[in-house]
DNA sequence: GGCCCTTTGAAGCTC
DNA sequence: GAGCTTCAAAGGGCC
């Protein structure tokens, strides 16, 4: 794998990108729990448990690994020398073992074509963002560099697809990017040396040879302006004088659109108008925007989306699959089905998307320095504040809770919820924590907190499969050791429990009639 | 038309 | 630094 965040150049942002949950994901193990993973008999299953136990004691293992890897998911190529480098190295070296390159080798051999989302291109591009950022293979086309990985051409089964952000920067076709991208206002971060123009492509070659995903539907062929639009404290990276065509032009990503002075579209994925369904509201509690007037210029600024983070790229691709497979058209019933998977999944698959993500965010910040998940706050409505003050019953924080109850704050859980952060699952009408659960092996003989028999209405409901309460795709994970298992029950709400029991009345029906 | 639901993770904010 | 809040995607449901 290339030293995507070696020491030299610029790369030492990046270094730092990766999430405090990815490490407490996958670090907490420690030395033993690598011993396990060596251990050949280990199967799937002690692998989901060894992966559950890690994240239940995210607490204890963030305190034990203290001289641990820095934070984030790395890979290779940190800094050498010191102790805590080797520490890092050993760390990644057990997050992306050389097995994460043959896997996504095999993957290359093993098309999954069930939603058809994966095809060459895409996954040449994912090679060059795993060469990612060498400046002298920005300008190459991937049929001309040794591919390392897509032998066959074909996509993996379990490689990540890459979000919009990854294809849309994975031309074959790079264009140098713009030399005047740090110069300008509200840049606080300063601009990587990393060349980036491999990711900047707008060349008509390679709309054919595109593929069109689930999330990116075919582009139409726009011309385009040599100056791109991104929002103006982010000037745009230009296409080449050569390149007539925006990779995406997705109608989304037309953000010139309304901007004056911008009338090319803006061809980033992650760039929405403002005008879109996320409309700029009046609450925004950026002190920059609250202190600048709206105009209407101000007004129809795009909007600059966070980069997916892991699970959210899991969604992305797995979404479809899961419609196909349980015929659900909610959302929120996908999700839980999706949740529940994603705690199924080993390590080296989650690896794959924390690593994936982790470069999302790499890329996403080289391409917007001064962009700041601070300037969507206030973009979607406030809704969670609000409902936590319409809750009398608020269950107070688990510290609050466990020394309400005179229990151990580091290794006690807090009550039903089972959780170590913020208490949500406490029983409704019982207030906080009514039941607090020990931590010790006591605990595992419930692994579920006691379903409420009073309040929700779908125990209520005639004829309620009770399998439901229990994950409707996975079986109930085992337990090992102290460990508690993270997939308890979600707190489904009563009306997405019982738009999947209709949606299981549905199958039943079919699968009768199918029978029949 | 716009918010809700539902999931996990990342990042910002608050104390 | 712990805990909390908001947003990211998705699309049917609901008002």
Same mark, same amino acid.
């Given at each position: 794998?290339?030293?995507?965040?070696?020491?030299?150049?610029?790369? =030492? +942002?990046?270094?730092?990108? =990766?999430?405090?949950?990815?490490?407490?994901?996958?670090?907490?193990?420690?030395?033993?729990?690598?011993?396990?993973?060596?251990? !050949?008999?280990?199967?799937?299953?002690?692998?989901?448990?060894?992966?559950?136990? &890690?994240?239940?004691?995210?607490?204890?293992?963030?305190?034990? #690994?203290? #001289?641990?890897?820095?934070? =984030?998911?790395?890979?290779?190529?940190? +800094?050498?020398?010191?102790?805590?480098?080797?520490?890092?190295?050993?760390?990644?070296?057990?997050?992306?073992?050389?097995?994460?390159?043959?896997?996504?080798?095999?993957?290359?051999?093993?098309?999954?074509?069930?939603?058809?989302?994966?095809?060459?291109?895409?996954?040449?591009?994912?090679?060059?963002?795993?060469?990612?950022? &060498?400046?002298?293979?920005? #300008?190459?086309?991937?049929? &001309?560099?040794?591919?390392?990985?897509?032998?066959?051409?074909?996509? %993996?089964? =379990?490689?990540?697809?890459?979000?919009?952000?990854?294809?849309?920067? @994975?031309?074959?076709?790079?264009?140098?990017?713009?030399?005047?991208?740090?110069?300008?206002?509200?840049?606080?971060?300063?601009? /990587?040396?990393?060349?980036?123009?491999?990711?900047?492509?707008?060349?008509?070659?390679?709309?054919?040879?595109?593929?069109?995903?689930?999330?990116?539907?075919? %582009?139409?062929?726009?011309?385009?302006?040599? @100056?791109?639009?991104?929002?103006?404290?982010?000037? +745009?990276?230009?296409?080449?004088?050569?390149?007539?065509?925006?990779?995406?032009?997705?109608?989304?990503?037309?953000?010139?659109?309304?901007?004056?002075?911008?009338?090319?579209?803006?061809?980033?994925?992650?760039?929405?108008?403002? !005008?879109?369904?996320?409309?700029?509201?009046?609450?925004?509690?950026?002190?920059?925007?609250?202190?600048?007037?709206?105009?209407?210029?101000?007004?129809?600024?795009?909007?600059?989306?966070? %980069?997916?983070?892991?699970?959210?790229?899991?969604?992305?691709?797995?979404?479809?699959?899961?419609?196909?497979?349980?015929?659900?058209?909610?959302?929120?019933?996908?999700?839980?089905?999706?949740?529940?998977?994603?705690?199924?999944? *080993?390590?080296?698959?989650?690896?794959?998307?924390?690593?994936?993500?982790?470069?999302?965010?790499?890329?996403?910040? /080289?391409?917007?320095?001064?962009? @700041?998940?601070?300037?969507?706050?206030?973009?979607?409505?406030?809704? &969670?504040?609000?409902?936590?003050?319409?809750?009398?019953?608020?269950?107070?924080?688990?510290?609050?809770?466990?020394?309400?109850?005179?229990?151990?704050?580091?290794?006690?859980?807090?009550?039903?919820?089972?959780?170590?952060?913020?208490?949500?699952?406490?029983?409704?009408?019982? #207030?906080?924590? %009514?039941?607090?659960?020990? @931590?010790?092996?006591?605990?595992?003989?419930?692994?579920?907190?006691?379903?409420?028999?009073?309040?929700?209405?779908?125990?209520?409901?005639?004829?309620?499969?009770?399998?439901?309460?229990?994950?409707?795709?996975?079986?109930?994970?085992?337990?090992?050791?102290?460990?508690?298992?993270?997939?308890?029950?979600?707190?489904?709400?009563?009306?997405?429990?019982? *738009?999947?029991?209709?949606?299981?009345?549905?199958?039943?029906?079919?699968?009768q009639r199918q029978a029949a």
């Amino acid at each position: 794998m290339p030293q995507l965040d070696s020491g030299g150049g610029g790369a =030492g +942002a990046g270094d730092d990108l =990766g999430a405090p949950d990815e490490l407490l994901a996958f670090q907490d193990e420690g030395e033993e729990q690598d011993d396990k993973s060596r251990d !050949s008999a280990a199967g799937p299953e002690r692998d989901l448990a060894e992966l559950k136990s &890690s994240l239940v004691n995210e607490s204890e293992g963030a305190a034990a #690994g203290a #001289g641990g890897a820095g934070p =984030g998911v790395r890979v290779h190529g940190e +800094a050498e020398g010191a102790p805590e480098a080797l520490g890092r190295e050993h760390t990644s070296q057990r997050l992306f073992p050389d097995k994460l390159p043959e896997s996504l080798e095999d993957g290359l051999k093993a098309p999954e074509c069930a939603s058809g989302m994966y095809k060459e291109t895409v996954y040449s591009a994912f090679n060059l963002l795993m060469h990612y950022p &060498s400046a002298s293979g920005a #300008g190459q086309h991937p049929q &001309s560099q040794p591919p390392l990985h897509n032998k066959a051409g074909q996509p %993996p089964h =379990g490689v990540p697809q890459l979000s919009p952000l990854y294809e849309h920067f @994975s031309s074959p076709h790079p264009t140098p990017a713009p030399a005047d991208i740090s110069q300008k206002q509200g840049v606080h971060r300063p601009l /990587q040396t990393t060349d980036l123009s491999g990711f900047y492509s707008l060349t008509s070659g390679s709309m054919g040879q595109l593929p069109h995903t689930v999330s990116w539907p075919s %582009p139409p062929l726009y011309p385009l302006s040599p @100056s791109c639009g991104y929002r103006q404290h982010f000037p +745009a990276p230009t296409a080449a004088p050569g390149a007539p065509y925006p990779r995406f032009t997705h109608p989304s990503l037309m953000l010139g659109s309304g901007v004056p002075g911008h009338p090319a579209a803006i061809p980033h994925p992650a760039i929405v108008p403002s !005008s879109g369904k996320q409309e700029l509201q009046s609450y925004d509690r950026s002190p920059k925007t609250q202190a600048e007037p709206k105009t209407e210029k101000e007004a129809k600024k795009p909007t600059i989306k966070k %980069p997916l983070n892991a699970f959210m790229l899991y969604m992305k691709e797995m979404r479809a699959k899961v419609i196909a497979e349980c015929t659900l058209k909610e959302s929120a019933a996908i999700n839980q089905i999706l949740g529940r998977r994603w705690h199924a999944l *080993s390590r080296e698959e989650q690896a794959k998307y924390y690593e994936l993500a982790r470069k999302e965010r790499q890329l996403h910040m /080289q391409l917007y320095p001064g962009w @700041s998940a601070r300037d969507n706050y206030g973009k979607k409505k406030r809704r &969670s504040r609000e409902k936590h003050q319409e809750s009398t019953t608020d269950p107070g924080s688990p510290k609050k809770c466990r020394a309400r109850f005179g229990l151990n704050q580091q290794t006690d859980w807090c009550g039903p919820c089972r959780r170590k952060k913020k208490c949500i699952r406490y029983l409704p009408g019982e #207030g906080r924590c %009514p039941s607090p659960v020990p @931590s010790d092996d006591s605990a595992l003989g419930c692994p579920r907190s006691p379903a409420p028999q009073d309040s929700p209405s779908y125990l209520l409901l005639p004829h309620f499969p009770t399998e439901l309460l229990a994950s409707p795709v996975e079986p109930a994970p085992t337990f090992s050791g102290r460990s508690v298992a993270l997939t308890l029950p979600a707190p489904v709400s009563p009306k997405t429990l019982h *738009s999947t029991f209709q949606n299981t009345q549905v199958q039943q029906q079919e699968s009768q009639r199918q029978a029949a």
